[in-house]
């Protein structure tokens, strides 16, 4: 049975009344006015909860048809259906124009209204949905949804920011898993393009000699295996925001036509003879140093500076481990909520440890190491150092005190070997390589010092 809350405003009481009693047998919240000034106060009062205003285009203070802009600005999310007892097809064709829905003559079977209203109705839910969806996901990709504060994500947080409200076309420079997409995802969301296409992506998943015809599209017929017409991810993202992940993966053609699509806001598909117009906004995403790769002749100096209008350098973890702390409490939820658990208990020690290791690849790293935490560590059970991977065990191991004369040959012996094993990913062979000894003498060692 339909739910929701329908206003319906009528100054013909016995007909209002019965319009009411019809709709609430079918499930309906009727919320009832007699008169313009009053329709507007309860709508005012209940625009959230509000589906469709149904209301008479003739009333003793205003006619439906010119408050039908006050109707919509009050209450966007709702729907209005118009109600008259001489309707005529002008008045209709302008109601329909402005925003009604529908556009009913009174006195029609209640069968006809009721199909009406619940259309409108369906139509009105469906877009409160949307509504929520939007809200959701641009609170997740906000910039108040970044976790930490160290002073390196905050400047690189200032500069999007600013960047954000403008069409600029942006750079974000930084190691693999720092975020970049993240940050990508949050100029989108900040900027007036938020209600249009983001379109992602990443350079270095396509075959270089397909990634023109992945960003560009192609006619059919253009090639051997061009069996339709395909849209291109820059006219997908017309509107919006195209985010070129790791794009120093582009050849040399592609960003001959990536520099002239930038200028021009047009490009001419494969197989094509007329140009494609668009209205894309540019966010452009390297681990590289593309300044360099411009100098070296690896990347076109005129498409970089077309592309670094405004840098942004999103900070490795090891730049700021003072947000490890927040970062792994925040993963832990997630994970947990994933799971249908309690949050993961951490030990201080393993805190001190995660804090302590380098995070080579960064925040997806961190991500990682919490999710199989949070699935192999058993409910209520305290996450210990030893639950860790070996490779944090070993960093935690040569940043800990030892009792041992930080002056004798032994302890520089154990630190160095420690270290090595670090670098070789704990693996023994590739150690004792590194080391230039023999393997069992390394397995020696590792016994002797406990590690």
């Given at each position: ?12 009481a ?138 390196a994500?905050e ?12 069409d ?24 007036p ?28 017929g ?15 993202a ?14 040399a053609g ?36 593309l ?21 942004v ?17 925040h ?11 309690q ?5 201080s ?26 699935i ?16 944090i065990?070993l ?6 005190p ?10 520089a ?7 090595i ?31």
């Amino acid at each position: 049975m339909p739910t929701g809350t329908i206003l319906l405003i009528d100054d013909e009481a016995v007909l209002r009344q019965a319009i009411a009693r019809t709709l609430e047998l079918e499930g309906y919240t009727v919320r009832q006015a007699p008169d313009a000034r009053r329709g507007l106060e309860e709508l005012r009062a209940h625009a959230e909860e509000v589906l469709v205003v149904l209301s008479d285009v003739k009333l003793p203070d205003g006619r439906g048809l010119d408050l039908l802009p006050r109707y919509r600005a009050l209450a966007p999310l709702a729907e209005v259906v118009l109600m008259t007892a001489y309707g005529t097809i002008a008045d209709g064709v302008r109601a329909m124009k402005e925003g009604a829905f529908d556009y009913l003559t009174k006195g029609d079977a209640d069968d006809q209204l009721v199909v009406v209203v619940d259309r409108a109705a369906d139509k009105a839910r469906l877009q409160h949905r949307v509504a929520a969806l939007e809200k959701k996901v641009g609170t997740q990709y906000s910039f108040d949804s970044m976790i930490g504060h160290a002073p390196a994500l905050e400047q690189a947080k200032t500069i999007a920011q600013q960047v954000a409200l403008t069409d600029a076309t942006v750079l974000l420079e930084g190691p693999t898993g720092a975020g970049k997409e993240l940050f990508a995802q949050a100029i989108h969301q900040g900027s007036p393009r938020r209600g249009k296409p983001f379109v992602a992506v990443n350079c270095s998943a396509f075959p270089k000699d397909l990634l023109e015809s992945e960003l560009f599209g192609y006619k059919k017929g253009a090639f051997t295996g061009a069996l339709t017409d395909k849209k291109g991810q820059m006219e997908e993202a017309s509107g919006g925001t195209l985010f070129l992940d790791e794009i120093g993966e582009l050849e040399a053609g592609a960003q001959a036509k990536l520099l002239r699509a930038l200028e021009t806001q047009e490009f001419t598909k494969l197989g094509d003879s007329k140009p494609t117009r668009v209205n894309v906004r540019l966010v452009a995403a390297t681990n590289r140093n593309l300044r360099q790769e411009a100098a070296d002749g690896h990347f076109r100096p005129d498409l970089y500076y077309r592309l670094s209008v405004v840098t942004v350098q999103v900070p490795a973890l090891s730049a700021r481990r003072a947000d490890v702390p927040a970062l792994v409490q925040h993963f832990a939820r997630q994970f947990a909520a994933k799971l249908r658990r309690q949050p993961l208990e951490i030990s201080s020690e393993a805190m001190q440890a995660l804090t302590a290791y380098p995070w080579p690849g960064n925040v997806r790293e961190l991500k990682n190491v919490l999710e199989r935490a949070s699935i192999l560590t058993p409910p209520n059970q305290l996450l210990t150092v030893d639950d860790l991977p070996v490779e944090i065990q070993l960093a935690a191991a040569a940043e800990a005190p030892t009792p041992d004369d930080p002056r004798s040959l032994r302890n520089a012996e154990k630190q160095h070997i420690q270290r090595i094993m670090l670098e070789a990913g704990s693996n023994k062979a590739e150690a004792a390589r590194m080391l230039g000894i023999a393997h069992t003498t390394l397995y020696r060692k590792l016994q002797e010092y406990g590690l």
